[in-house]
C-alpha cells in the first residue's frame, strides 16, 4: 500500500521559514516524481516544486528562489525548504507522487493528507 505522509506546516510569520517533509512507503524514488502542491479555499490545487527520479526540479514561478525541493532516496523522504514566507504562500500543502514527469495535478496518482501552512503578515 502506497502512503505519504506530509508534516511540517504551522504558523510562521511573514519573512520567516518552513520546512515541509514528505515520507513515502510502499514505493521507491526512483521510479516515481515527487511534487508538493498547495491549495486555498474556492481554487484549484496547484504545484508548487516537483523534483523527479533523477533529481530536476520544477518551481512555480511564485516560490522561485525562496522554496527549494530535494529528495533522500534512502530515506524516501521529500523536503520541501520554504523561506522568505508571504501571506500569500498561506495554504494546505500535499505532497504528490506520479510515475511521470509532470506539473499537472492529474498526472498525480497518490496524495498526502495535506499540512497546513499560514503565514501571517
Known amino acids: 500500500e502506497v502512503q505519504l505522509q506530509a508534516s511540517g506546516g504551522g504558523l510562521v510569520q511573514a519573512g520567516g521559514s518552513l520546512r515541509l517533509s514528505c515520507v513515502a512507503s510502499?514505493?521507491?524514488?526512483?521510479?516515481?516524481?515527487i511534487g508538493w502542491f498547495r491549495q486555498v479555499p474556492g481554487k484549484a490545487r496547484e504545484a508548487v516544486a516537483c523534483i523527479d527520479k533523477e533529481g530536476s526540479t520544477y518551481y512555480d514561478d511564485s516560490v522561485k528562489g525562496r522554496f527549494t525541493i530535494s529528495s533522500d532516496h534512502a530515506k524516501n523522504t521529500v523536503p520541501l525548504q520554504m523561506n522568505s514566507l508571504k501571506p500569500e504562500d498561506t495554504a494546505i500543502y500535499y505532497c504528490?507522487?506520479?510515475?511521470?514527469?509532470?506539473?499537472?495535478?492529474?498526472?498525480?496518482?497518490?496524495w498526502g493528507q495535506g499540512t497546513l501552512v499560514t503565514v501571517s503578515s
Open positions: 504528490a507522487a506520479s510515475r511521470i514527469w509532470s506539473q499537472l495535478r492529474t498526472a498525480y496518482e497518490f
Open positions: 510502499g514505493l521507491s524514488f526512483d521510479d516515481y516524481a
